[in-house]
Protein backbone atom coordinates (compact mmCIF):
# COMPACT_ATOMS: atom_id res chain seq x y z
CA UNK A 1 0.00 0.00 0.00
CA UNK A 2 1.54 3.55 -0.87
CA UNK A 3 1.80 5.90 2.23
CA UNK A 4 -0.16 9.18 2.07
CA UNK A 5 2.37 11.94 2.02
CA UNK A 6 2.35 13.96 5.46
CA UNK A 7 1.82 17.11 5.38
CA UNK A 8 2.38 19.39 8.60
CA UNK A 9 0.12 22.65 8.37
CA UNK A 10 0.97 25.87 10.34
CA UNK A 11 0.71 29.50 11.02
CA UNK A 12 1.73 32.92 12.95
CA UNK A 13 -1.64 33.46 13.45
CA UNK A 14 -2.84 31.02 15.62
CA UNK A 15 -4.66 28.06 16.34
CA UNK A 16 -8.51 29.66 15.63
CA UNK A 17 -6.76 31.29 12.69
CA UNK A 18 -9.22 31.14 10.03
CA UNK A 19 -6.63 31.44 7.67
CA UNK A 20 -5.28 28.37 8.75
CA UNK A 21 -8.73 26.46 8.64
CA UNK A 22 -8.52 27.67 4.77
CA UNK A 23 -5.08 26.20 3.98
CA UNK A 24 -6.78 23.02 6.05
CA UNK A 25 -9.44 22.88 3.47
CA UNK A 26 -6.96 23.77 0.57
CA UNK A 27 -5.03 20.40 1.03
CA UNK A 28 -7.13 17.77 3.33
CA UNK A 29 -7.45 15.77 0.18
CA UNK A 30 -3.97 15.70 -0.75
CA UNK A 31 -2.40 13.47 2.03
CA UNK A 32 -2.58 12.93 5.59
CA UNK A 33 -2.50 15.64 7.64
CA UNK A 34 -0.89 17.09 11.10
CA UNK A 35 -1.95 20.35 12.18
CA UNK A 36 -0.03 22.25 14.50
CA UNK A 37 -0.14 25.93 15.52
CA UNK A 38 0.79 28.48 17.90
CA UNK A 39 -2.25 28.96 20.99
CA UNK A 40 -2.04 32.47 20.40
CA UNK A 41 -1.63 35.23 18.21
CA UNK A 42 2.46 34.88 17.45
CA UNK A 43 2.38 37.67 14.36
CA UNK A 44 6.35 39.17 13.67
CA UNK A 45 8.00 36.23 15.98
CA UNK A 46 9.56 35.54 13.31
CA UNK A 47 12.06 32.02 14.15
CA UNK A 48 11.95 32.89 17.44
CA UNK A 49 11.98 30.50 20.57
CA UNK A 50 10.74 31.99 23.77
CA UNK A 51 12.38 31.10 27.06
CA UNK A 52 8.95 29.65 28.60
CA UNK A 53 8.01 26.07 28.67
CA UNK A 54 5.55 25.56 26.29
CA UNK A 55 1.50 23.74 26.81
CA UNK A 56 0.66 21.51 24.16
CA UNK A 57 -2.86 20.98 24.03
CA UNK A 58 -5.42 19.09 21.93
CA UNK A 59 -7.79 20.80 19.85
CA UNK A 60 -10.57 20.27 17.34
CA UNK A 61 -10.88 22.33 14.23
CA UNK A 62 -14.46 22.17 12.58
CA UNK A 63 -14.41 23.55 9.01
CA UNK A 64 -16.72 24.22 5.97
CA UNK A 65 -19.82 21.33 5.70
CA UNK A 66 -19.39 20.52 9.31
CA UNK A 67 -16.18 18.05 9.06
CA UNK A 68 -13.75 18.18 12.10
CA UNK A 69 -9.99 18.44 12.16
CA UNK A 70 -7.97 16.99 15.07
CA UNK A 71 -5.23 19.10 15.61
CA UNK A 72 -2.82 20.07 18.35
CA UNK A 73 -1.92 24.37 20.07
CA UNK A 74 1.03 24.97 21.45
CA UNK A 75 1.89 27.79 23.65
CA UNK A 76 4.69 29.43 22.07
CA UNK A 77 6.18 30.29 18.75
CA UNK A 78 5.39 29.26 15.12
CA UNK A 79 8.90 27.64 14.93
CA UNK A 80 8.34 25.76 18.37
CA UNK A 81 5.35 24.22 17.40
CA UNK A 82 6.76 23.06 13.97
CA UNK A 83 9.83 21.39 16.28
CA UNK A 84 7.08 19.76 18.43
CA UNK A 85 5.32 18.41 15.34
CA UNK A 86 7.86 17.03 13.47
CA UNK A 87 9.96 16.01 16.62
CA UNK A 88 7.09 14.89 18.77
CA UNK A 89 4.39 14.12 16.61
CA UNK A 90 5.12 13.09 13.06
CA UNK A 91 4.65 9.79 12.50
CA UNK A 92 7.41 10.53 10.21
CA UNK A 93 9.64 12.73 8.20
CA UNK A 94 6.91 15.20 6.51
CA UNK A 95 6.54 15.53 2.82
CA UNK A 96 5.73 19.48 3.18
CA UNK A 97 4.80 22.30 5.52
CA UNK A 98 2.60 24.31 4.42
CA UNK A 99 2.23 27.51 7.37
CA UNK A 100 -0.20 30.15 6.56
CA UNK A 101 -2.73 31.66 5.08
CA UNK A 102 -1.25 34.52 6.77
CA UNK A 103 -3.62 38.03 7.22
CA UNK A 104 -1.53 40.06 5.70
CA UNK A 105 1.22 39.96 3.10
CA UNK A 106 5.28 38.89 3.86
CA UNK A 107 6.97 41.00 1.07
CA UNK A 108 10.45 42.99 1.26
CA UNK A 109 12.54 42.69 4.08
CA UNK A 110 9.89 42.26 6.64
CA UNK A 111 9.93 38.02 5.73
CA UNK A 112 13.08 37.96 8.73
CA UNK A 113 10.73 39.29 10.76
CA UNK A 114 7.42 37.41 9.78
CA UNK A 115 6.13 34.22 12.30
CA UNK A 116 5.03 32.66 8.76
CA UNK A 117 8.51 32.61 6.77
CA UNK A 118 9.71 31.78 10.61
CA UNK A 119 7.72 28.59 10.73
CA UNK A 120 8.84 27.18 7.10
CA UNK A 121 12.93 27.86 7.61
CA UNK A 122 12.67 25.58 11.08
CA UNK A 123 11.06 23.05 8.93
CA UNK A 124 13.50 23.43 5.91
CA UNK A 125 15.96 22.82 8.97
CA UNK A 126 14.78 19.53 9.52
CA UNK A 127 14.86 18.95 5.46
CA UNK A 128 11.08 19.81 5.09
CA UNK A 129 10.53 21.73 1.87
CA UNK A 130 8.27 24.70 3.11
CA UNK A 131 5.09 26.29 1.59
CA UNK A 132 4.54 29.58 3.16
CA UNK A 133 1.24 31.37 2.06
CA UNK A 134 0.36 35.13 2.61
CA UNK A 135 -3.14 37.54 1.68
CA UNK A 136 -2.50 41.03 1.33
CA UNK A 137 -4.75 42.66 3.99
CA UNK A 138 -5.46 45.87 3.29
CA UNK A 139 -6.99 46.94 7.05
CA UNK A 140 -3.93 46.90 9.33
CA UNK A 141 -6.07 46.06 12.08
CA UNK A 142 -6.96 42.82 10.73
CA UNK A 143 -3.05 41.38 10.73
CA UNK A 144 -3.78 40.88 14.44
CA UNK A 145 -7.39 39.97 14.22
CA UNK A 146 -9.22 36.71 12.67
CA UNK A 147 -11.73 39.33 10.99
CA UNK A 148 -13.79 37.18 9.04
CA UNK A 149 -14.29 39.57 6.51
CA UNK A 150 -11.28 38.58 4.88
CA UNK A 151 -11.63 36.26 1.63
CA UNK A 152 -8.95 33.18 1.23
CA UNK A 153 -10.53 31.74 -1.45
CA UNK A 154 -8.15 33.06 -4.09
CA UNK A 155 -4.85 32.01 -1.66
CA UNK A 156 -6.40 28.43 -1.12
CA UNK A 157 -6.82 28.09 -4.45
CA UNK A 158 -2.99 29.02 -5.10
CA UNK A 159 -1.93 27.28 -1.69
CA UNK A 160 -3.40 24.09 -3.45
CA UNK A 161 -2.23 24.60 -6.74
CA UNK A 162 1.70 25.37 -5.60
CA UNK A 163 1.32 22.45 -3.03
CA UNK A 164 0.18 19.58 -5.72
CA UNK A 165 3.64 20.84 -7.49
CA UNK A 166 5.49 20.42 -4.06
CA UNK A 167 4.22 16.99 -3.62
CA UNK A 168 5.14 15.75 -7.10
CA UNK A 169 8.39 16.99 -7.39
CA UNK A 170 11.49 18.00 -5.27
CA UNK A 171 12.42 21.52 -5.53
CA UNK A 172 15.86 22.64 -7.01
CA UNK A 173 19.22 22.83 -5.16
CA UNK A 174 19.23 26.19 -2.99
CA UNK A 175 15.71 26.25 -2.80
CA UNK A 176 14.49 25.68 0.61
CA UNK A 177 11.06 27.45 0.50
CA UNK A 178 8.66 28.85 -1.82
CA UNK A 179 6.96 32.48 -0.38
CA UNK A 180 3.48 32.60 -2.09
CA UNK A 181 1.73 36.20 -1.40
CA UNK A 182 -1.51 37.00 -3.17
CA UNK A 183 -2.91 40.12 -3.95
CA UNK A 184 -6.42 41.06 -1.68
CA UNK A 185 -8.36 41.47 -5.03
CA UNK A 186 -6.84 38.55 -6.87
CA UNK A 187 -8.78 35.37 -8.20
CA UNK A 188 -7.72 31.75 -9.55
CA UNK A 189 -7.37 33.27 -12.79
CA UNK A 190 -4.90 35.78 -11.62
CA UNK A 191 -1.36 35.44 -13.26
CA UNK A 192 1.42 34.80 -10.65
CA UNK A 193 5.33 35.67 -11.14
CA UNK A 194 8.59 34.29 -10.14
CA UNK A 195 9.54 36.68 -8.19
CA UNK A 196 12.99 38.04 -5.94
CA UNK A 197 12.93 39.34 -2.63
CA UNK A 198 12.58 43.41 -2.56
CA UNK A 199 15.54 45.05 -0.65
CA UNK A 200 13.22 47.69 0.34
CA UNK A 201 11.92 48.69 3.36
CA UNK A 202 7.56 48.51 2.98
CA UNK A 203 6.94 47.85 6.65
CA UNK A 204 7.59 50.81 8.71
CA UNK A 205 6.86 51.42 12.61
CA UNK A 206 5.21 54.39 13.97
CA UNK A 207 6.03 56.23 16.79
CA UNK A 208 4.40 57.75 19.98
CA UNK A 209 5.47 60.30 21.62
CA UNK A 210 4.56 60.55 25.94
CA UNK A 211 5.58 62.56 28.16
CA UNK A 212 9.31 62.99 26.05
CA UNK A 213 9.62 59.49 25.77
CA UNK A 214 9.31 57.31 22.39
CA UNK A 215 7.46 53.90 21.75
CA UNK A 216 7.05 52.11 18.93
CA UNK A 217 3.68 52.34 18.06
CA UNK A 218 1.93 49.36 15.41
CA UNK A 219 3.37 49.69 11.57
CA UNK A 220 1.80 50.72 8.56
CA UNK A 221 2.74 50.41 4.92
CA UNK A 222 4.60 52.84 2.38
CA UNK A 223 6.28 52.69 -0.49
CA UNK A 224 7.17 54.69 -4.04
CA UNK A 225 6.10 52.31 -6.75
CA UNK A 226 9.18 54.12 -8.64
CA UNK A 227 11.74 52.80 -6.74
CA UNK A 228 10.50 48.93 -5.96
CA UNK A 229 12.75 47.00 -7.88
CA UNK A 230 9.98 45.40 -10.88
CA UNK A 231 11.36 41.97 -10.79
CA UNK A 232 10.71 42.28 -7.02
CA UNK A 233 7.49 40.33 -4.58
CA UNK A 234 6.97 43.72 -3.66
CA UNK A 235 6.57 44.96 -7.26
CA UNK A 236 4.25 42.21 -8.26
CA UNK A 237 2.09 42.31 -5.36
CA UNK A 238 1.67 45.92 -4.44
CA UNK A 239 2.23 47.69 -8.08
CA UNK A 240 1.08 44.94 -10.97
CA UNK A 241 -1.49 43.16 -8.66
CA UNK A 242 -0.37 39.74 -9.44
CA UNK A 243 0.55 36.39 -7.14
CA UNK A 244 3.93 36.55 -6.10
CA UNK A 245 6.29 33.07 -5.67
CA UNK A 246 9.64 33.65 -4.32
CA UNK A 247 12.31 30.99 -4.08
CA UNK A 248 13.75 31.54 -0.56
CA UNK A 249 17.20 29.44 0.26
CA UNK A 250 18.19 29.57 4.35
CA UNK A 251 21.65 29.38 3.29
CA UNK A 252 21.73 33.65 4.01
CA UNK A 253 25.16 33.72 2.92
CA UNK A 254 26.02 35.95 0.07
CA UNK A 255 26.63 34.95 -3.66
CA UNK A 256 29.46 36.55 -4.33
CA UNK A 257 32.69 34.89 -5.38
CA UNK A 258 34.15 34.50 -1.68
CA UNK A 259 38.06 33.86 -3.30
CA UNK A 260 37.59 37.53 -4.79
CA UNK A 261 36.17 38.82 -1.38
CA UNK A 262 38.94 36.95 0.60
CA UNK A 263 41.57 38.65 -1.79
CA UNK A 264 40.25 41.99 -1.80
CA UNK A 265 39.55 42.06 2.44
CA UNK A 266 43.11 40.79 2.65
CA UNK A 267 45.04 43.70 0.84
CA UNK A 268 42.46 45.95 2.74
CA UNK A 269 43.57 44.01 6.43
CA UNK A 270 47.39 44.42 5.34
CA UNK A 271 46.87 48.38 4.28
CA UNK A 272 45.04 48.99 7.86
CA UNK A 273 47.94 47.53 9.64
CA UNK A 274 50.23 49.31 7.67
CA UNK A 275 49.16 51.97 8.02
CA UNK A 276 49.03 52.65 4.16
CA UNK A 277 44.37 52.98 4.21
CA UNK A 278 43.17 56.16 5.90
CA UNK A 279 39.83 55.04 7.59
CA UNK A 280 37.17 57.14 8.66
CA UNK A 281 37.46 58.30 12.06
CA UNK A 282 34.35 59.64 14.52
CA UNK A 283 34.05 63.68 15.04
Known amino acids: MTTLPLILVTNDDGIASPGLHAAIEAVSDLGELLVIAPLTQQT ?3 RSFPPRRG ?6 IRLSGGREVQAW ?7 QAVRWGILALAPRQPDLLISGINYGENIGMSVTVSGTVGAAIEGATFGVPGLAVSLEVEDPSH ?17 RQ ?5 LCTKLPPDVDILKLDVPTNATPTTPWRLTRLSRQRVIHSGVRVE ?5 LQGYYRAFDPETLEHDSDAY ?4 DRVVSLTPLSIDLTARVDRAHLQSALSELVRQVETSTVKC ?4
Not at 211 to 215: D, L
Open 236 to 239: AVLV
Open 44 to 46: AAS
Open 73 to 79: ALDGSPA
Open 162 to 166: FARVM
Open 211 to 215: NGRKF
Open 55 to 60: EIVERT
Open 280 to 283: SEPA
Open 143 to 159: HLNHSDEVDFSAARFFL
